[in-house]
């Protein structure tokens, strides 16, 4: 092959003819998205770093009518206090970033203080991503539905319900509150409480289930603690609650966060944990197994979920159909309980 190094190249169809390949192998090479054999790649970003050649993809994505990028909404609407840094979060960010990657996406990060009816589709018509992937459906079922009616490339973490229009992929929440009450029973405990704000859909379903499995003497003498998921407002509420003279053998809390809160706070109040208190908390979070004691918690796979939400969200912006996915929980003993 005669190589025309002094051939000026303004245009990827240029480097193409160079390399005697096709427009869209150029493509996959410069832009490393979609499948190509590796010595081909290789070879086509060299020759374009010769002629000092380089795509420009913004140009390239609004020719294709696409940007590239996908976003992660976390709204907001109960849990005003809730970070980015919450350790639930960062794990599924993580997992969500690595396969949105493998697909040649960017994340777009967006943590939205819901205000009106009207903030979801807004967000969409602003035509900065391709998809939108939801962490929580928190109090926003209505505006979810809406969206949905109308704009496919949506999925959304969280409890499946019959009635809803958009597409979500979660755990059986119900079923891991069970697990918990299963597995305290199991341990002789009788006087029992569940910490965690039951006014978030997915934390609701975990306190259902975990009644749900409680003979009637025990379920009925449940004591329900409102606790925020933020650390301090966990450890603030447990503080309070043994302050005021509570005394239960075990608690289920709604996340690990909230578990670890409670922990922490019987501590201060020289309760031991497990011997005169089981806690068991909820997500598995990477943190549980540091916990002073290790946590036991009804393990949600996280990296599977962020696997299947973007699938399906590749799905959807295929034209394809895609249905809603929910899977079991696991319970994961270690020391705390």
Request: glycine share 8%; charged share 20%; hydrophobic share 45%.
């Amino acid at each position: 092959m005669t190589d025309h190094h002094d051939d000026p190249v303004r245009s990827i169809t240029d480097l193409a003819k160079i390399a005697g390949v096709s427009v869209s192998t150029v493509s996959r090479a410069l832009t490393s998205k979609g499948a190509l054999n590796k010595d081909t790649r290789r070879r086509i970003q060299e020759l374009a770093a010769r002629h000092g050649f380089r795509i420009n993809v913004a140009a390239q994505n609004l020719r294709l009518g696409r940007t590239g990028a996908v976003a992660v909404l976390l709204p907001l609407g109960h849990e005003r206090g809730q970070h980015l840094s919450d350790p639930f979060f960062m794990a599924m960010l993580g997992f969500l970033a690595d396969e949105l990657a493998e697909r040649g996406y960017d994340l777009l990060l967006s943590r939205v203080l819901p205000d009106g009816e009207d903030w979801l589709d807004s967000f969409i018509r602003a035509g900065r991503t391709d998809g939108v992937i939801i962490i929580g459906q928190s109090n926003q079922s209505a505006v979810l539905d809406r969206t949905a009616s109308h704009y496919q490339p949506l999925v959304i973490w969280g409890a499946y319900g019959a009635r809803n229009q958009y597409l979500t992929v979660g755990t059986d929440n119900m079923a891991g509150g069970a697990l918990a009450a299963t597995h305290l029973l199991a341990r002789g405990r009788r006087s029992l409480a569940f910490f965690g704000n039951v006014s978030v859909p997915e934390f609701a379903a975990r306190y259902q289930g975990f009644l749900s499995a409680l003979p009637a003497d025990a379920r009925d003498r449940v004591e329900l603690v409102h606790a925020h998921v933020t650390p301090e407002a966990s450890y603030r509420a447990a503080t309070d609650y043994f302050a005021a003279g509570h005394r239960p053998d075990g608690i289920f809390a709604a996340s690990d966060v909230t578990a670890m809160g409670v922990i922490a706070a019987a501590a201060e109040q020289d309760m031991r944990v497990p011997e005169q208190l089981s806690v068991i908390g909820f997500d598995d979070v990477p943190l549980a197994q540091m916990s002073n004691p290790p946590l036991t918690t009804v393990r949600q796979d996280i990296r599977r979920g962020a696997a299947l939400l973007v699938e399906l969200l590749c799905r959807r912006l295929a034209g394809e159909t895609a249905q809603s996915v929910q899977f079991a929980p696991e319970l994961v003993i270690r020391e705390s309980s």
